[in-house]
Structure formats: C-alpha cells, structure tokens
C-alpha cells in the first residue's frame, strides 16, 4: 500500500520557521516528480512548490525567496524549509507524487494526508 504521511507543521510566529517532511513508502518515488500544495478554509488547493527526480525545483510566485523544496531520494524524503513565515501561509500542507512534474494538483496520483500549519500575527 502506498503512503505519504507528512509531518512537521505546527503553530508559529510571523517571521518564524517550520520544516515539513514527507515520508513514502509501498513504493520507491526516485523518479517521480514529488510536489507540495496547500489548502486554506474556503480555497482551492494551490501549488507551493516541485521538485523532479533530477533536483529541478519550481516555486509559487508567494513563496519564492522564503520556501525551499528538497529531497533525498535514498530515503524516500521530500522536505519543505519554510522561512519568513504571513499568516497568509496558513493552511493544510499536502505533498504529492506523480510521474512527470506539473502545477496542476489534478495531475498528482499520491496524495499525503494534510499537516496543519497556522502562523499567528
């Protein structure tokens, strides 16, 4: 059975940091696009940022600068170093897997559960 479980979101302060991780198993993801989608009360759900199988990554316009996406394929991690935290970022944070890479979440086939991330003014 596949899963993405992630882990690390949390309450913090405004210009606070968090780290997510997501960490996958029943398969191994080496060569799969692995992405990170939020979703606040009332919206969509919105891309974050995406990372290939080779270390390209891609970044919403909003968290440019502030979030960075990595992973280890070796351990079948992706993570999201979040810096300089708005309210604006709060929201569940999902990752996701595919083949290939994309924007759209609708192209994703794996989806984690969702971690909360709640930052305070």
């Known amino acids: 059975q596949v899963q993405l479980v992630e882990s690390g979101g949390g309450l913090v302060q405004a210009g606070g940091s968090l780290r997510l991780s997501c960490a996958a198993s029943g398969r191994t993801f080496s060569r799969y696009g692995r992405g990170w989608f939020r979703q606040a009360p009332g919206k969509e759900r919105e891309f974050v940022a995406a990372?290939?199988?080779?270390?390209?990554?891609y970044y919403a316009e909003s968290v440019k600068g502030r979030f960075t996406i990595s992973r280890d394929n070796a351990k079948n991690m992706v993570y999201l170093q979040m810096n300089s935290l708005k309210p604006e970022d709060t929201a569940v944070y999902y990752c996701?897997?595919?083949?290939?890479?994309?924007?759209?979440?609708?192209?994703?086939?794996?989806w984690g559960q969702g971690t909360q991330v709640t930052v305070s003014s």
């Open positions: 996701a897997a595919r083949d290939g890479l994309g924007y759209d979440p609708n192209d994703y086939d794996y």
């Open positions: 990372i290939s199988w080779l270390g390209t990554t």
